[in-house]
């Protein structure tokens, strides 16, 4: 079992920033593969972000890229979501989320996660 509680959501402008934090319990999260996705009103559930286990590989969704930077502290057992140059588009409820193992299925889709937050929302104003 682990518990993933994300924070660090609110209300922001058109090109500003913000820092997502996901702390994780449970498990050692030094094993854990993690991954960030959101779901704007509407909408299903995207791809943003997700880091292995070393966090010495991260894969971004399109259209993030360049944008957010995904990161782990693997001594405080958090995970972060680095949010620059935010648009009205990125307005969304974001959850992270952990598959387990590395090798347990794509980092892409939601399919392959199997303990998720409870989300933080995060609005961004034009």
């Known amino acids: 079992q682990v518990q993933l509680v994300e924070s660090g959501g609110g209300l922001v402008q058109a090109g500003g920033s913000l820092r997502l934090s996901c702390a994780a319990s449970?498990?050692?999260?030094?094993?854990?593969?993690m991954g960030w996705f959101r779901q704007a009103p509407g909408k299903g559930r995207e791809f943003v972000a997700a880091i292995s286990p070393s966090g010495g590989s991260t894969y971004y969704g399109d259209s993030v890229k360049g944008r957010f930077a995904i990161s782990r502290d693997n001594a405080k057992n958090t995970l972060y979501l680095q949010m620059n140059s935010l648009k009205p588009e990125d307005t969304a409820v974001y959850y992270c989320?952990?598959?387990?193992?590395?090798?347990?299925?794509?980092?892409?889709?939601?399919?392959?996660?199997?303990?998720w937050g409870q989300g933080t929302q995060v609005t961004v104003s034009s």
């Open positions: 449970g498990r050692t999260f030094s094993s854990l593969a």
């Open positions: 989320a952990t598959k387990g193992s590395t090798y347990s299925g794509s980092y892409y889709y939601t399919s392959s996660y199997n303990y």
